[in-house]
């Protein structure tokens, strides 16, 4: 029996015993504490939502990721194509101008060549004292070493040197710099 003091009064009597009994009363339901240790499927946590969710999407994510990244690449495949034919173009034009260039240089050499064997060698080593030293080489070059020895000859010795210099490293495989 509960012994009551003069001072408690019935309210808080029976709060005090209120705990007590609402103990007793759950411990007597069985599966009471089982039920809240187990969560129903219903009910999840937003931290498992938010795990779901993540879980949800990761792959489609990926996808589209990927889906952009492709699409991506494809746009600069497609540029690198564009500028490889543009090259491509560029470098047909150029290789065109070259030949046309080398066919020219190859009709004027020989046509040069022909004036100077015409000339006198006094004359000719005054006009190719004047002109580049690579010129004034390759013309002496095809001419025959009779009229390239009298050309020299009537040359300034300074240039004849560096004129012989370059004809001498011409034909050496190993040089491929101008001596001058």
Same mark, same amino acid.
Do not use: H
């Given at each position: ?19 007590? @009994?609402?103990? /007793?009363?759950?411990?007597? #339901?069985? +599966?009471?504490? !089982? ?5 129903? *499927? %219903? ?5 498992? *939502? #938010? &795990? ?21 690449? *494809? ?8 500028? /490889?034919?543009?090259?491509? &173009? ?8 070259? &030949?046309?260039?080398? /066919?020219?240089?190859?009709? !004027?050499? @020989? +046509? ?16 190719? *004292?004047? @002109? ?11 001419? %025959? ?16 040197? /560096? #004129? ?5 490293? @011409? ?10």
């Amino acid at each position: 029996m509960i012994r009551l003091n003069r001072d408690m009064t019935v309210a808080e009597l029976l709060r005090r015993s209120a705990l007590p @009994a609402a103990a /007793v009363l759950l411990l007597s #339901i069985p +599966g009471a504490f !089982a039920q809240e240790a187990q969560k129903p *499927e %219903g009910d999840i946590t937003s931290e498992d *939502e #938010i &795990k779901q969710f993540c879980t949800n999407i990761a792959d489609p994510a990926r996808d589209q990721r990927y889906l952009l990244q492709k699409q991506e690449l *494809e746009k600069l495949r497609a540029d690198i194509d564009t500028r /490889v034919a543009e090259m491509d &173009k560029r470098k047909a034009e150029y290789q065109d101008w070259l &030949k046309r260039r080398d /066919v020219f240089l190859k009709q !004027a050499e @020989a +046509g040069l060549t022909d004036i100077y064997k015409n000339m006198k060698p006094d004359a000719a080593a005054l006009q190719l *004292e004047k @002109a580049k030293t690579e010129i004034a080489a390759a013309v002496i070059m095809r001419l %025959g070493p009779r009229q390239s020895s009298l050309i020299l000859n009537e040359m300034d010795p300074e240039k004849a040197a /560096v #004129i012989a210099n370059i004809i001498a490293s @011409a034909s050496d495989p190993n040089t491929s710099k101008d001596p001058s």
